[in-house]
């Protein structure tokens, strides 16, 4: 295992359903991410955080809101989603802050449905 | 804008044969390149990275890939393929001065025993 833990593996939910995504790194680094991944398409950023601060929303829906408390914990919350929102939910995290060359690790993603 | 384009959905090899995955990338200024590898219901695992120095980059599983400049290239290669190599390939790249990691949409490779 690379070291990131994301909860939960996978999680089904109603349109008018609230839930949150929770990764969390063992790994010391500074800075975390969210993507998007959708069958036959590229991985999507969303969101970066950067030594707890957020440094990119790549122009994701306010239906997604992050949080990041510290530097070992990262959140997604969700609420209103839509059916196109369902995806594998990966997140990351980097050694130094989020503009160094040092490379992303990966949780294992959960797997959204919505209904 | 960045972008990453590998050109091959899905790549097929024999086991025991040379494997190579297609990538190559627009970029404003130096580009950071990666290669990584995933496995089903996994996340996506680094295989390698060039950031600057020697172009061909030595990584993970006997995997290596060869920066070129000129050609805005950077394809992933295993001189000997084994079956369990079977999986989706994504190549990335990020300019220098961005924190933005673009990928591409992901290579599968299907090593037959």
């Known amino acids: 295992e690379t070291g990131v833990t994301q909860t939960p593996r996978h999680l089904v939910m109603g349109m008018t359903n609230k839930k949150s995504l929770k990764c969390e790194q063992h790994?010391?680094?500074?800075?975390m991410y969210w993507y998007k991944q959708s069958a036959k398409k590229p991985l999507e950023l969303m969101f970066v955080y950067s030594l707890e601060e957020r440094v990119e929303n790549n122009s994701v829906p306010s239906r997604f809101s992050p949080e990041c408390p510290n530097s070992s914990h990262l959140f997604l919350h969700l609420h209103t989603l839509q059916p196109e929102d369902s995806a594998l939910y990966l997140c990351a995290s980097s050694q130094g802050s989020a503009g160094d060359a040092y490379e992303q690790y990966f949780g294992p993603g959960t797997r959204l449905t919505v209904t | 804008a960045q972008s990453v384009a590998q050109p091959e959905d899905q790549v097929n090899v024999a086991e025991g044969n040379p494997l190579t995955v297609k990538c190559t990338y627009s970029v404003s200024g130096n580009p950071y390149l990666f290669w990584y590898v995933q496995y089903p219901n996994r996340g996506l695992q680094f295989l390698l990275k060039y950031i600057t120095g020697d172009n061909l980059v030595k990584g993970s599983y006997g995997f290596e890939a060869e920066f070129n400049k000129s050609q805005t290239s950077f394809h992933l290669k295993k001189p000997s393929a084994l079956v369990s190599d079977s999986a989706l390939y994504f190549c990335a790249v990020r300019g220098s001065n961005d924190y933005k990691l673009s990928f591409g949409a992901g290579t599968t490779v299907t090593v037959r025993a």
């Open positions: 790994l010391g680094h500074n800075a």
